[in-house]
Antibody
Framework: QLQLQESGPGLVKPSETLSLTCTVS??????????WAWIRQPPGKGLEWIGF???????FYNRSLKSRVTVSLDTSKNQFSLKLSSVTAADTAVYYC???????????WGHGTLVTVSS | QSALTQPASVSGSPGQSITISCTGS?????????VSWYQHLPGKAPKLMIY???KRPSAVSDRFSGSKSGNTASLTISGLQAEDEADYYC??????????FGTGTKVTVL
């Protein structure tokens, strides 16, 4: 079964770019079976999907974040990544990576990583 | 695309049944059989409870069931137990590789 693990800085300054990586084990990011997704949860709020990427590099983003988001794939390291530019305090959240099946549901999630935006 | 509407909270006594609704539109919930439900405990990764409206993963208790009528999907928990206390979110396909989460429901076991 898949295992996903998020990694990256826990503190980012306002106006800078948040960068996170998700390392996948037990399967390949080159598999056409999945999309690879990022989701976040701000403190005290609900889940919000950020975007996802296919094995071939096609990307799909939440319209509310699209202008600031880039999701990319590194098949040599079996990882996928998130970049969120021009962050503000509103981007403080627990960020999750997950595998999204083509049938439209998530089956495996990382444990999440808290990213705080503060000077 | 707005978030799907869920009640903020639902509560019940042990052994009772509760139902959480997830209301969307004919652009998402009403158009595709692709609603899934997730249980989210604090500090944990969300867990898939129901997929494709009413299918249950083999590892999930049969006390959890999903249904849909028109633009509203529902998650029913039968025989409510203390361990069911968590936040629950629905998630639906909305066409053109776009998706939407529900607003989330806090389930409290009295």
């Amino acid at each position: 079964q898949l295992q996903l693990q998020e990694s990256g800085p826990g503190l980012v300054k306002p106006s800078e770019t948040l960068s996170l990586t998700c390392t996948v084990s037990g399967g390949s990011v080159s598999s056409g079976y999945y999309y690879w997704a990022w989701i976040r949860q701000p403190p005290g709020k609900g889940l919000e999907w950020i975007g996802f990427i296919s094995y071939s590099g096609n990307t799909f983003y939440n319209r509310s974040l699209k202008s600031r988001v880039t999701v990319s794939l590194d098949t040599s390291k079996n990882q996928f990544s998130l970049k969120l530019s021009s962050v503000t305090a509103a981007d403080t959240a627990v960020y999750y990576c997950a595998s999204l099946l083509h049938s439209g549901h998530f089956d495996y999630w990382g444990h999440g990583t808290l990213v705080t935006v503060s000077s | 695309q707005s978030a799907l509407t869920q009640p903020a909270s639902v509560s019940g006594s042990p052994g009772q049944s509760i139902t959480i609704s997830c209301t969307g539109s004919n652009s998402d919930v009403g158009s595709y059989n692709l609603v899934s439900w997730y249980q989210h405990l604090p500090g944990k990764a969300p867990k898939l409870m129901i997929y494709q409206d009413n299918k249950r993963p083999s590892a999930v208790s049969d006390r959890f069931s999903g249904s849909k009528s028109g633009n509203t999907a529902s998650l029913t928990i039968s025989g409510l137990q203390a361990e069911d206390e968590a936040d629950y979110y629905c998630w639906s396909y909305a066409g053109s590789n776009y998706y939407v989460f529900g607003t989330g429901t806090k389930v409290t076991v009295l």
